[in-house]
């Protein structure tokens, strides 16, 4: 529009000057939109948590920049709603959380603070990652406080089955497409890719723990049912009598009585629950304590969150 | 108890407990680095599984396989699918509001009367019971309604105490509230009593805000808040309330000259995960008569320094500093000024000690006798120590000293607090 407006408005000295000005300015406009890509700002990505941040940044490669609010090694349910939080998630175009409650305590007031619509529940840049995860520890029946910190729609832990990371990658994957259609064959690709990398590394696991099938553990919280469940391990017990609530030296007791009669060789805990008490209880009962980094970011070989998976299954296999 | 040796077990106790503070953050930190390495397993990892048979690895592939895309389009019991492809939160209560009720008891006691008279009211009693109800209004607003029953002078007032409406989705980074509230002018005044970390009423904010129950401030308007696009937290909001009345009243008050006009900024600075700093300004403008001459002003800024680690430990250092001025057409006018700062530690999962220390002057007193000026100045400290079970209950015991100008003299009082919540309570700010 702009050569046409110049051509028919030039004299004969001025068509020489308005041509190699219309040369310069098509050159100027074809470098600009063949550098265009390289200047486009990634879409921002703000997770509640450094797995789905892991599992973003894999589905969305150099398209997104993911960030999780919390570092790994946190208590997920107690989370301090620092007003930072608030700005990043003003400035994210994709936020995507665990769900099922866990969160409940401190992102609600963050959403209503962040001034983002794009954001808020129901809308595209939204993306809660349980969708189509089958959930385990599904209460039934009356619930209320008195059963400890309850989850009334299930057990929220589910990140740390590996196929249950594909699930969550391919929710991502849909909302990064929503909110980025142009670049939606390359998040497919990204996440086939990550998806083939994951049930790769899922079937090499099963085999591993393979001869572990059916044998018994015990845990600190209710955090590795998922974890169990898939590589076919039972759960006999756990070391908090209700849900997020430090047992009392009577229930340690009937614990340490417990594993020592069922002859329990593993109990298992997080770095960010009460290390202390079970220890305690390992140590009375004979069996060997294992602190498990169940969150990316949390120790040695968890950088990613499918390091992390592996980290905590071959930790499993070598100690059962 | 001698006078002097309760003075001075109180300060004495006020250092020694800072001191134990720091030595014993100083020794959590460090268990938590200790705790926090996961490679620190008396267990070892296993190595590479280079020997796992290929052959079962093919059919457990298409195990997985099928799975995985058995799951696509299943719907988890929290959420589904709309017809565009998002996600949205479909939960059995999603008509239903969030339902609050909390109960504030309280039993205090002196032990010492001030000159003229009792301190507390040495008995046990229902301090304030409060029930609401918050949730969305529709795609656009959420809303709330907050009931509170107080007592005050020997009786129980019942009345509406809060209800609002805001916008979390209005564009360029603004928010507005609307409705009755307790307009945000420093911390304290937004913290409803039975949140508050200490039972007591420190000195400046019962003598500036509210001098009926120490609550806060009510008043009826709205406040437009923006955030700032800096690379850290900065927000500024600007309130307009109707000024008919100031501090906790029951009636509508009178029409006056202009209406109460409020300025906040407030920044945060993080330190690290789960650790940082705060810092507010405020600004309150109202008329106390008709007379438009007749005006007050106070300036304030707070601080709060938080650190916390889960449910498991926390520290914190906060307060506020205020300045009262006055303007008046024909009364004397009586400017003041106060502080209060207090630190409150958790070493443990369900406790917490906290000390506070309060200081407040009235800047235009004259002695009637001999025509000088002086200031009245009042300070008190106040120790605490509270026992949670879960953040919806806890239990706490407080001892305050109190030394007022030359006129009252001291008192020292103990208060035993127990705060329930039942149903829904909305997360707490920083």
């Known amino acids: 529009m702009y050569s046409v407006f110049t051509l028919r408005t030039a004299s004969k000295y001025g068509q020489v000057r308005e041509n190699s000005m219309i040369k310069m300015e098509t050159i100027a406009l074809l470098l600009l939109v063949t550098a265009a890509p390289a200047f486009a700002k990634p879409l921002r990505v703000i997770t509640t948590t450094t797995d789905l941040a892991s599992i973003a940044q894999e589905v969305g490669g150099d398209l997104v920049d993911a960030k999780s609010l919390t570092e790994g090694n946190t208590d997920l349910h107690f989370v301090m709603a620092q007003p930072n939080f608030i700005r990043l998630m003003n400035e994210a175009d994709v936020y995507i959380e665990i769900g099922l409650d866990l969160e409940a305590g401190w992102t609600p007031y963050l959403l209503q603070q962040a001034r983002n619509p794009n954001i808020q529940r129901g809308r595209k840049g939204y993306c809660v990652a349980v969708r189509g995860i089958k959930l385990l520890n599904v209460p039934v029946g009356e619930v209320n406080r008195s059963l400890g910190d309850m989850h009334v729609y299930g057990n929220p832990h589910y990140w740390v089955d590996p196929i249950n990371g594909i699930i969550m990658a391919r929710n991502i994957r849909d909302t990064l497409m929503a909110n980025d259609p142009q670049h939606s064959d390359e998040y497919k690709k990204n996440f086939e890719a990550f998806s083939a990398k994951t049930r790769k590394l899922t079937a090499e696991l099963l085999q591993l723990m393979k001869p572990h099938r059916g044998k018994r553990i015990y845990v600190y919280h209710q955090e590795f049912n998922y974890m169990a469940n898939r590589f076919g391990l039972e759960i006999a017990g756990s070391i908090e009598e209700k849900m997020g609530v430090t047992p009392g030296p009577g229930w340690i007791n009937t614990t340490v009585e417990t594993i020592k009669k069922e002859k329990i060789k593993i109990v298992l805990c997080s770095p960010w629950t009460n290390v202390g008490v079970a220890r305690r209880v390992a140590e009375e009962s004979g069996a060997r304590l294992l602190i498990m980094p169940v969150q990316t970011g949390t120790g040695e070989n968890t950088a990613t969150w499918l390091k992390m998976i592996e980290t905590n299954v071959r930790l499993l296999a070598a100690n059962l | 108890?001698?006078?002097?040796?309760?003075?001075?077990?109180?300060?004495?106790?006020?250092?020694?407990?800072?001191?134990?503070?720091?030595?014993?953050?100083?020794?959590?930190?460090?268990?938590?680095?200790?705790?926090?390495?996961?490679?620190?397993?008396?267990?070892?990892?296993?190595?590479?599984?280079?020997?796992?048979?290929?052959?079962?690895?093919?059919?457990?592939?298409?195990?997985?396989?099928?799975?995985?895309?058995?799951?696509?389009?299943?719907?988890?019991?929290?959420?589904?699918?709309?017809?565009?492809?998002?996600?949205?939160?479909?939960?059995?209560?999603?008509?239903?509001?969030?339902?609050?009720?909390?109960?504030?008891?309280?039993?205090?006691?002196?032990?010492?009367?001030?000159?003229?008279?009792?301190?507390?009211?040495?008995?046990?009693?229902?301090?304030?019971?409060?029930?609401?109800?918050?949730?969305?209004?529709?795609?656009?607003?959420?809303?709330?309604?907050?009931?509170?029953?107080?007592?005050?002078?020997?009786?129980?007032?019942?009345?509406?105490?809060?209800?609002?409406?805001?916008?979390?989705?209005?564009?360029?980074?603004?928010?507005?509230?609307?409705?009755?509230?307790?307009?945000?002018?420093?911390?304290?005044?937004?913290?409803?009593?039975?949140?508050?970390?200490?039972?007591?009423?420190?000195?400046?904010?019962?003598?500036?805000?509210?001098?009926?129950?120490?609550e806060g401030f009510l008043d009826t308007g709205g406040e437009l808040s923006w955030l700032a696009p800096l690379p850290f937290f900065s927000e500024f909001k600007a309130g307009v309330f109707n000024g008919r009345t100031f501090g906790h009243t029951h009636n509508d008050g009178v029409a006056k000259a202009a209406p109460l006009l409020l300025g906040r900024q407030k920044n945060f600075f993080p330190i690290a995960q789960g650790f940082g700093l705060q810092w507010g300004t405020s600004y309150l403008r109202y008329n106390v008569t008709r007379d438009?001459?007749?005006?007050?002003?106070?300036?304030?800024?707070?601080?709060?320094?938080?650190?916390?680690?889960?449910?498991?430990?926390?520290?914190?250092?906060?307060?506020?500093?205020?300045?009262?001025?006055?303007?008046?057409?024909?009364?004397?006018?009586?400017?003041?000024?106060?502080?209060?700062?207090?630190?409150?530690?958790?070493?443990?999962?369900?406790?917490?000690?906290?000390?506070?220390?309060?200081?407040?002057?009235?800047?235009?007193?004259?002695?009637?006798?001999?025509?000088?000026?002086?200031?009245?100045?009042?300070?008190?400290?106040?120790?605490w120590v509270t026992y949670s079970t879960s953040e919806f209950f806890n239990v706490k015991l407080t001892g305050e000293r109190h030394q007022y100008d030359l006129v009252l003299g001291e008192a020292y009082v103990m208060y035993a607090q127990a705060v329930y919540v039942l149903g829904f309570h909305p997360a707490h700010r920083f």
């Open chain 2, 1 to 214: 108890m001698n006078q002097s040796v309760l003075t001075t077990l109180f300060s004495r106790g006020a250092y020694a407990f800072f001191l134990l503070c720091a030595v014993t953050l100083f020794a959590q930190a460090k268990l938590e680095k200790k705790q926090a390495k996961p490679a620190a397993n008396n267990a070892t990892a296993g190595t590479a599984s280079a020997d796992i048979a290929d052959e079962n690895t093919a059919d457990t592939m298409a195990d997985l396989d099928k799975e995985i895309a058995g799951s696509d389009g299943v719907q988890s019991a929290q959420t589904q699918m709309t017809q565009q492809g998002q996600q949205i939160v479909t939960v059995d209560r999603s008509s239903m509001p969030n339902i609050l009720a909390a109960i504030d008891m309280v039993a205090d006691k002196d032990v010492k009367a001030s000159k003229t008279g009792d301190e507390t009211s040495n008995s046990m009693f229902i301090r304030s019971a409060e029930f609401g109800f918050f949730g969305a209004i529709d795609w656009f607003a959420n809303g709330m309604i907050l009931f509170a029953m107080h007592r005050e002078a020997g009786g129980y007032v019942f009345a509406l105490h809060e209800a609002s409406f805001e916008f979390p989705s209005l564009p360029w980074n603004f928010h507005l509230k609307i409705g009755r509230m307790f307009p945000d002018a420093g911390r304290l005044n937004t913290i409803h009593q039975h949140d508050r970390v200490f039972t007591g009423i420190p000195r400046v904010h019962g003598q500036l805000f509210d001098t009926v129950i120490g």
């Open chain 2, 292 to 383: 438009a001459g007749d005006v007050d002003h106070k300036f304030g800024t707070d601080l709060m320094l938080k650190w916390q680690r889960g449910r498991w430990a926390s520290f914190e250092i906060s307060g506020e500093f205020w300045y009262h001025k006055e303007e008046r057409v024909l009364t004397r006018v009586e400017d003041k000024t106060g502080f209060y700062i207090y630190l409150q530690w958790q070493p443990f999962e369900r406790w917490k000690f906290g000390y506070r220390r309060d200081f407040f002057s009235r800047l235009n007193l004259v002695n009637v006798v001999t025509g000088t000026k002086y200031n009245g100045v009042d300070h008190g400290d106040a120790l």
